[in-house]
């Protein structure tokens, strides 16, 4: 069992504006109930999706939702639409064809669709909408979100653990609350493991798809010491991981399970599970069980966790990784709360020092 506890997450049907993935404990072993996949028309159910920039083979988040989608087609005999958008100007007119074409629910990846759904979707009250990363409150519109970190924690703690220059480097992609969340967990955990790591400033790409600026980043990071380096940055963070295989180095993935993009390099990857947020979604809705609102993946319902680790677990050894499975515990028991901002974080860690 991956140590980031990333079992089947349990279906989220309530009516509530907000919703937890665990609000039935009973379901975690969630198997979806096989439908024909139709609408209320009796045809088979068409799903839009309009892809954030980095498009698929990202080998991250809009893949990990493209999963999402392959599996739908598989269980629930589906239709699929998709689109990738090249900049942000680009969003709104997507969503709005997407629903023009007939499907009957759309689905907007990542954070920075966020405005562009909310001007679409009270415009097609008869079109569900889900949107990744982001809250927008309408009565059509399913909020996707995620506890991304307390995987980052796991990430950040482990780093710490396995690093021998005791200094780490992250790379985010936008500057974004988003990301920063990740960053705060990510230095949490790093220090709740050996406050004496050092987590050099973060780098960021300003972009989700350059590689090329990846790997300028990472680069700089393994020049001023750092052996691990956390990305966040959607397809530009491939660029992190041919530095961290040029350098001898560990870069750990996000989103997907990023440990076999370069075998060995890849210490862990921080997996978020947008593929069952999604499949659940399209589950929902051929089941007449759709509702709006957030709907909250948590480390505690398998939401997001580390990988196997299959290529480096002998590297890492089991003392350390018997130390993660111990933290994930106190952090689905709730014995540890993981700071989810810059304030937060400052806040954390003058508690730690106080310890």
Known sequence: MAIGVIAAMVGCAGQSNTNSAIDNPAARDFTPTRTNGRNATGKELMVGVVFDSGGLGDKSFNDSAYAGIQRAIKDLAIQEKHVESKSEKDFETNLTAMADAGCD???????????ALEAVAPKYPNVKFAIV?????APNVRSLLFTEQEGSFLAGYLAALTSKTKKLGFVGGMEIPLIKKVQAGYEAGAKTADPTVEVLPAKYTGNWDSQDQGKVMANALFASGADVVYHAAGRAGLGVIAAAKEQGKFAIGVDSDQDDVEKGFVLTSMIKRVDEAVFQTINDLSMNKFSAGDKIYDLKAGGVGLSEMKFTKDKIGKENLDKVKEITTKIAKGEIKVPSSPEELAKYMEKLAKK
């Open 105 to 115: 629910i759309v689905f907007a990846i990542g954070i920075t669709q966020q405005k």
């Open 133 to 137: 990363d982001a809250s927008v409150k």
